[in-house]
């Protein structure tokens, strides 16, 4: 069973057009980040959430923490082809850094120009 | 650049043979992570070191995995008799935090 579930598995859109991104979870967590992936490189770390409700922004990244700390979204405006990537959310469980971080299967998301 | 470092970048290896990965964490970083990534799997947590304290070995999928650190700075992640099943990319990742964690390139295993 995955602890935190990711969709859309896979993303092709129109440079231009919005898309969402969502990480699903059962579990609680004390903070939630997103990491970004292109291949043969390791994840960069976008953002972390740690307030319940909390919304933060990069750019035309929006990063949205539920209420309930289960669940996160990642909406990117006017997408570029520069945003093509693995996207993945991972959330660190209440009883600290032991237990590593939990990563979804990620979204790979392509933009096409 | 003061990023994780991790070698080598590639590893074919035959199976039943032991491998040795090499992680160099962010100067000043004491939490270390091993994760493994495979295809279509995401990310799978393995190990965590805190500074000189005994690892977290809960996440090691076997015996055969096992990993040490040194002075509180550089870890090696050994393999030993590979399976074919533990190829994959090898991640490492430092932190100061615990949960805001920097990625390594990581280690791509082939094992054939």
């Known amino acids: 069973t995955q602890l935190l579930e990711q969709s859309p598995q896979f993303l092709s859109i129109q440079e231009g057009e919005n898309l969402t991104v969502y990480c699903n979870s059962s579990?609680?967590?004390?903070?939630l980040q997103w990491y970004r992936q292109e291949p043969g490189e390791g994840p960069v770390l976008l953002v972390t959430v740690v307030t319940g409700g909390e919304v933060k922004k990069l750019k035309r990244l929006t990063f949205q923490f539920g209420d309930a700390r289960k669940d996160s979204s990642l909406h990117i405006t006017a997408a570029q082809p520069g945003d093509t990537g693995l996207y993945l959310c991972?959330?660190?469980?209440w009883g600290g850094g032991a237990d590593g971080l939990t990563f979804g299967k990620g979204t790979h998301l392509i933009i096409q120009p | 650049g003061a990023g994780v470092s991790q070698s080598p970048s590639n590893k074919v290896t035959e199976k039943g043979k032991d491998v040795e990965l090499r992680c160099d964490p962010i100067s000043g970083h004491t939490a270390l992570y091993w994760y493994r990534q495979s295809l279509g799997q995401g990310l799978e947590f393995l190990i965590y070191f805190q500074g000189n304290s005994a690892p977290d070995k809960s996440g090691l999928p076997s015996d055969r995995f096992s990993a040490e650190r040194t002075g509180g700075s550089v870890s090696t992640l050994t393999i030993q008799r590979t399976q074919q099943e533990d190829s994959a990319v090898y991640l490492c990742a430092s932190s100061i935090s615990g949960y805001e964690q920097y990625f390594g390139p990581g280690t791509r295993l082939t094992v054939t």
């Open positions: 579990s609680v967590f004390s903070s």
């Open positions: 991972a959330g660190a469980l």
